[in-house]
């Protein structure tokens, strides 16, 4: 994606000595791309050195908000970004077109949708989703802390 894209801000306003380590892939809208999805984040986390809770965590949060991106909108494709700073890690995945509302948390035994949001409601310490603008989809995205003084 370009610089100043809705997942890329052109400009990061960050002080002096502080680093922000970014990743961002696109994948095909389909079901075998929540494996690739997976598989790319574990790779980056990897080399990121992000080890522990934070990394199993964040795989698991990838293909959950990636699932949902293919399973409820018509896109062609998605987008996933992965951004480190100051001990958090931020994980955003944008879609091409969204069902009105966003993502909702399924709350009963009987709901069809909405559980996997649940554990990624339970595994981060804040998420959310808001337009992406120009009428380019959805960006939902998560937040993790990772702990560690020693990677991303």
């Known amino acids: 994606m370009a610089p100043g894209s809705a997942l890329i801000p052109r400009l990061m306003d960050l002080c002096p000595g502080t680093e922000a380590l970014r990743y961002c892939f696109a994948l095909p809208a389909r079901p075998e791309s929540v494996a690739g999805a997976r598989q790319l984040t574990r790779a980056r986390l990897d080399e990121w050195r992000l080890d522990g ?10 293909s959950e908000l990636v699932t949902n991106a293919v399973v409820h909108t018509a896109s062609s494709r998605v987008v996933c970004e992965l951004r480190c700073l100051d001990q958090r890690l931020r994980i955003a995945v944008q ?20 559980r996997g949001l649940l554990l990624v409601d339970a595994m981060c310490s804040s998420w959310g989703s808001r337009d992406a603008g120009g009428g380019s989809g959805r960006i939902v995205w998560a937040e993790l802390p990772h702990g560690s003084e020693h990677s991303c």
């Open 53 to 62: 809770d934070a990394h199993d965590a964040a795989i698991l949060i990838v």
């Open 95 to 114: 879609d091409q077109g969204h069902q009105p509302g966003g993502p909702r948390l399924g709350r009963g035994a009987d709901d069809e949708h909405g």
